[in-house]
C-alpha cells in the first residue's frame, strides 16, 4: 500500500470476501487461529454502510470447520449478503437445496494449510463437487500450487465454477513466473474461473500484491476478476483496515471503468444472479 491513502470516490458495489466470527464460537480441531475479538454480522453491515458498499459475500471460516449457523443467521437477518459454507462430502441434497434458499453460493475448500488434505478424486468428493455445480454454485478455493492442478481438474469435469481466493496468494519470490500463480492464470484462460482481487497485505512481501493484481487485469481485462476485503484479517487485525483495503482495489486498478467492472458487475453476476 503506497504511504499515501487514495481512496475512489465510487466505491466497489460488493465485497465478495469477508468472514464474521465471534469469540465465542466453537473451534474446529485443527483451526489455526483464535480470533481475539468479535467480528459479528453488526459490526460488518456497519462498515459496508461506512463504506458507501451495497452488498457482500461471507466466506466461510475455516476457523469453525462444518459449523455455519452464524452464517445461516446472518444470511436470514441480512438479504443483502450471501456465503459460502464448508461442508461434509456427505452432506446431502436436501440439506444444500435448504442452505441455497438461505443465500448460501458455494463451498469452500480451504486446504492450503493441511499436510494430508481429503482426496477430492474420491467418489464422495466427486458427487459433491456434481451437486455444487447442479446447484449452480461454485466452489471457493485456496490451495497449495503443487495440488492445485488435480483440485482444479476435478471442479472443471464436474461443471462447477472455480473461484480463486487471494489472487493465489503467491509466496515463493518468482514473482510472475510463481507456480501457483501460473496455474492461477492458466484456469483463467481455460474459463469458467474466477480470481479475487484481495488479501494483498498477505502477500511476501506486500509490496508485490499489485504486480499480480495488474497482470490478472492485463490478461482478463478485468473479468472475471471480483475485489474483496478479507475483512477482518485474521492474525493481521491491528495493522490492516477496511479503508486500506478499498484504497487497494484503486492502487491496483487504476483505470476506472475497468474498476466499476470488477467492484460491481462481475461480483453481481456471480453472486447476485
Known amino acids: 500500500m503506497n504511504a499515501k491513502l487514495v481512496v475512489d470516490d465510487e466505491p ?22 483464535k480470533p481475539p475479538e468479535d467480528a459479528g454480522a453488526d459490526r460488518l453491515i456497519k462498515l459496508l454502510d461506512d ?5 457482500g459475500v461471507v466466506a466461510a471460516a475455516s476457523l469453525h470447520g462444518e459449523y455455519n449457523d452464524h452464517v445461516r443467521d446472518a444470511l436470514r437477518r441480512h438479504r443483502r449478503l450471501r456465503a459460502t459454507a464448508i461442508v461434509s462430502p456427505d452432506i446431502s441434497v436436501y440439506e444444500l437445496e435448504r442452505m441455497r ?25 466427486r458427487r459433491l463437487l456434481r451437486r455444487v455445480a447442479d446447484l449452480g454454485w461454485h466452489v ?4 497449495r500450487p503443487d495440488r492445485l492442478p488435480t483440485m482444479m481438474k476435478e471442479i472443471a469435469d464436474a461443471g462447477a465454477r472455480l473461484v480463486i481466493d487471494h489472487m ?58 471480483v475485489w474483496a476485503s478479507d ?14 483495503a ?4 484503486t492502487e491496483w486498478v487504476p483505470d476506472p471503468a475497468i474498476r466499476r467492472r470488477i467492484g460491481g458487475r462481475n461480483a453481481l453476476e456471480l453472486y447476485f444472479k
Open 12 to 33: 466497489p458495489l460488493v465485497d465478495t470476501h469477508f468472514h464474521i466470527y465471534t469469540t465465542d464460537l466453537p473451534l474446529a480441531r485443527d483451526s489455526w487461529y
Open 51 to 55: 463504506h458507501g458498499i451495497m452488498l
Open 101 to 125: 434458499d438461505d443465500g448460501f453460493v458455494g463451498i469452500r475448500l480451504m486446504w492450503r494449510l493441511l499436510d494430508n488434505p481429503p482426496d477430492i478424486t474420491s467418489p464422495e468428493y
Open 140 to 143: 471457493h478455493v485456496i490451495e
Open 168 to 225: 493465489g496468494l503467491p509466496e515463493s519470490g518468482d514473482g510472475l513466473n510463481d507456480l501457483g500463480f501460473r496455474h492461477v492464470l492458466a484456469a483463467l484462460d481455460r474459463g469458467n474461473t474466477w480470481v479475487k482481487l484481495s488479501a494483498g497485505y498477505r502477500f511476501k512481501p506486500a509490496s508485490s500484491a499489485p504486480l499480480y493484481a495488474q497482470e490478472l487485469v492485463r490478461r482478463t481485462g478485468g473479468e472475471r476478476l
Open 231 to 244: 475483512w477482518p484479517f485474521a492474525a493481521f487485525e491491528n495493522r490492516f483496515t477496511y479503508t486500506e
Open 246 to 249: 478499498v484504497a487497494a482495489l
